[in-house]
């Protein structure tokens, strides 16, 4: 079981920035994939972003055009960048993983980050 920690989030205005970061336990180079997830309030889950191990990525279609999901192998970290935030982006942020050597099916999850967006 892989261990994830995300950090980078916070409070910014409409239009503002932020990059979270997700540091797991293990080496993530061979995982099949990584996912950011988000929940807001009273919502059900959705997935945000996910990156594939050959570097193919597909996007929510609302964050296309401002989100990137990228990771660092060296430093067993998965990144978001989050640009031009809006009101709609404030929720809990989480990463995912798989068990090494599996597919795409995420088994280990952060504790999350909260994304706060104002006006």
């Known amino acids: 079981q892989v261990q994830l920690v995300e950090s980078g989030g916070g409070s910014v205005q409409t239009g503002g920035s932020l990059r979270l970061s997700c540091v797991a336990s293990?080496?993530?180079?061979?995982?099949?994939?990584m996912a950011w997830f988000r929940q807001a309030p009273g919502q059900e889950r959705e997935r945000v972003a996910i990156?594939?191990?050959?570097?193919?990525?597909i996007y929510k279609d609302s964050v296309k055009g401002r989100f990137t999901i990228s990771k660092d192998n060296a430093k067993n970290t998965l990144y978001l960048q989050m640009n031009s935030l809006k009101p709609e982006d404030t929720a809990m942020y989480y990463c995912?993983?798989?068990?090494?050597?599996?597919?795409?099916?995420?088994?280990?999850w952060g504790q999350g980050t909260q994304v706060t967006v104002s006006s």
């Open positions: 995912a993983a798989p068990a090494q050597n599996a597919l795409c099916s995420l088994s280990s």
């Open positions: 990156l594939y191990r050959d570097r193919t990525t």
């Open positions: 293990g080496y993530i180079s061979s995982l099949y994939c």
